[in-house]
């Protein structure tokens, strides 16, 4: 079964804290996404990235950056955590083609306190 | 510009009701369409995707949507609603520029 695998569902961190969320893919695919999923505000793109060592920014990219060293993993980085990235993060994956669809993977919700 | 648009952010419906979530998009071309399903604290799940290969698109779970051009809709139905079909349904399309839109969410209840 083809995976989006996220290594953490549950993180609690301190404001201020670097915060690190891995997402890795077995499916080959070229795109790799983060979103955040707020109440009421839906999914808000943060950063994507269509090939290794590539990166763009999406809708709300201040205060994460990205790293996609290997074409199967993309982090995303709270550079200094905030209470106001307390959030559901989830990563999903396409092929170059994003009319297949995306592939999400678990989530993982983050609390900042 | 695509958009799509989700009518509803909260419908209910009694166990065994019809269940119907509306999702209309905007384009002069018609993109590739998609239904989502997220239970609660999950990650977003495929329900069904139309391609142009047909209109009526049979997805899992009981699951059916109807893409219609002439009204730019792409509604998701099941006959029967479960206490289990309880969860957060995302439309979403694409088109032919790579570009991939989200729906807002409806958030579906069951009522026993």
């Known amino acids: 079964d083809v995976k989006v695998t996220q290594s953490s569902r549950y993180l609690v961190k301190r404001t201020g804290e670097k915060v690190f969320l891995e997402c890795v893919q077995d499916?080959?695919?070229?795109?790799m996404f983060w979103y955040r999923q707020d109440p009421g505000l839906g999914l808000r793109l943060i950063y994507f990235s269509y090939d290794v060592k590539m990166k763009e920014k999406g809708d709300i990219p201040e205060g994460y950056s990205v790293s996609r060293e290997k074409k199967e993993r993309f982090s995303l980085i709270l550079e200094s955590a905030s209470t106001n990235q307390t959030s559901m993060y989830l990563c999903?994956?396409?092929?170059?083609?994003?009319?297949?669809?995306?592939?999400f993977g678990s989530g993982t919700r983050l609390t900042v306190v | 510009a695509q958009s799509v648009t989700q009518l509803g952010s909260h419908v209910s419906v009694s166990e065994g009701a019809l269940v119907l979530l509306r999702c209309n998009y905007s384009s002069s071309v018609p993109p590739y369409l998609f239904w989502y399903v997220q239970y609660p604290n999950q990650g977003l799940q495929l329900l069904l995707k139309?391609?142009?290969?047909?209109?009526l698109v049979k997805g899992i779970n009981g699951f059916e949507a109807e893409f219609k051009k002439s009204e730019t809709s792409f509604h998701l139905t099941k006959p029967s609603a479960h206490m289990s079909d309880a969860a957060e349904y995302f439309c979403?399309?694409?088109?032919?520029?790579?570009?991939?839109?989200f729906g807002t969410g409806t958030s579906l209840t069951v009522i026993p």
């Open positions: 499916m080959d695919h070229e795109n």
């Open positions: 999903a994956s396409s092929r170059r083609e994003r009319n297949y669809g995306y592939t």
């Open positions: 139309y391609t142009s290969a047909a209109t």
């Open positions: 979403a399309a694409a088109n032919t520029g790579n570009q991939f839109y």
